[in-house]
């Protein structure tokens, strides 16, 4: 029997697992109320770069599984994906080389040479960068080629609502599941960035976590600025936001302030417990997996993430079928 799934969601984690389990043989329907470039994952600066997730164990290896399929996706002609450098920097003093930076080869800085005077200490680290704006789109067709598909403009109430003809639920509704089962441990971690034309002298990805936050990110065919970390639920640009954001962004680049193409905000799922992946029954006893609560590192668990969901159903459905 072929098993049919319902994924619930079209960011880059719902596209992700739909991909997989397309490629896989399995009749798969992605059903989300926004897609492509409406999306919270559209939003994102998309580099490899576990921010505001937990537990830590297990983002590291999910983060890690991610980082090699995105190599050899980088191999790949019009993925959106390519490898650059990442440079985090510290305000406070020296930074410290994060566990999950350490098997991906995550090395100190020289002080003398490469860190801004606004900063104290920093490490850097070569990993994947997925262009957002070719990146999901790239998803979407992989998803199509492989028979999958994609219908937007979906509520749902509640996860039963998706049609029975789906033996299988993929529940990928990042800060959506706040209301969709009922996740009181989700927040809605607000997350809003300028878009700047690109900029001939970013040629690495600059981070610092200290506040103010801030990020710059080369893209293809423009620059993301950042950003914001804040609890709210307010989807609306704050002009003040971006005029700080594009001024402090500037000043660590030392360059004159870019014209602002674009400022978009997105809510990163964060999740109190930690990331949520596990199986479980709806009302109808159909089985449903979740996979949300990825915080603000959405793309950089993506594939491990996935990968762990797809085990699960594996079993579920083996057992089904004997």
């Known amino acids: 029997m072929k098993h049919r799934v319902a994924i619930v969601g079209a960011g880059v984690s719902g596209l992700t697992c739909g991909v997989l389990f397309a490629e896989h043989g399995y009749?798969?329907?992605?059903?989300?109320?926004?897609?492509?470039?409406?999306?919270?994952?559209?939003?994102?600066?998309?580099?490899?770069?576990?921010?505001?997730?937990?537990?830590?164990?297990?983002?590291?290896?999910?983060?890690?599984?991610?980082?090699?399929?995105?190599?050899?996706?980088?191999?790949?002609?019009?993925?959106?994906?390519?490898?650059i450098?990442?440079?985090?920097?510290?305000?406070?003093?020296?930074?410290?080389?994060?566990?999950?930076?350490?098997?991906?080869?995550?090395?100190?800085?020289?002080?003398?040479?490469?860190?801004?005077?606004?900063?104290?200490?920093?490490?850097?680290?070569?990993?994947?960068?997925?262009?957002?704006?070719?990146?999901?789109?790239?998803?979407?067709?992989?998803?199509?080629?492989?028979?999958?598909?994609?219908?937007?403009?979906?509520?749902?109430?509640?996860?039963?609502?998706?049609?029975?003809?789906?033996?299988?639920v993929i529940n990928c509704s990042g800060i959506g599941a706040r209301n969709l089962v009922r996740d009181v441990d989700l927040e809605p971690h607000r997350g809003q960035v300028a878009i700047v034309p690109k900029i001939d002298s970013l040629s690495c990805a600059i981070v610092c976590d200290d506040p103010p936050l801030m990020y710059a990110i080369p893209r293809t065919n423009d620059s993301v600025f950042g950003g914001t970390n804040e609890l709210s639920e307010n989807r609306d640009v704050d002009p003040t936001v971006t005029s700080r954001i594009v001024a402090e962004c500037s000043r660590v680049l030392n360059i004159d302030n870019p014209k602002v193409l674009a400022a978009r905000v997105g809510l990163r799922p964060f999740r109190k417990s930690g990331v949520c992946i596990r199986a479980d029954r709806l009302s109808d006893g159909r089985t449903v997996i979740h996979n949300y609560g990825h915080g603000g590192a959405g793309f950089t668990l993506s594939w491990g993430c996935a990968e762990n969901v797809f085990q699960i159903a594996a079993r579920s459905t083996a057992a089904l079928g004997r």
């Open 27 to 83: 009749g798969t329907a992605t059903f989300a109320e926004e897609t492509g470039q409406r999306t919270t994952s559209a939003t994102a600066a998309a580099i490899l770069y576990p921010y505001d997730a937990e537990p830590a164990d297990a983002v590291i290896a999910w983060a890690v599984e991610t980082y090699n399929v995105l190599v050899d996706l980088n191999r790949k002609p019009r993925t959106g994906v390519s490898i």
């Open 85 to 168: 450098e990442l440079r985090q920097f510290s305000r406070t003093g020296e930074a410290q080389i994060p566990n999950w930076a350490v098997p991906l080869g995550g090395r100190a800085l020289d002080a003398s040479s490469v860190i801004p005077t606004s900063f104290k200490g920093g490490f850097a680290i070569t990993v994947p960068l997925m262009d957002t704006t070719i990146y999901l789109n790239y998803l979407e067709e992989r998803l199509i080629k492989a028979g999958g598909s994609i219908t937007t403009n979906v509520h749902l109430e509640r996860l039963e609502d998706v049609s029975s003809e789906f033996d299988l």
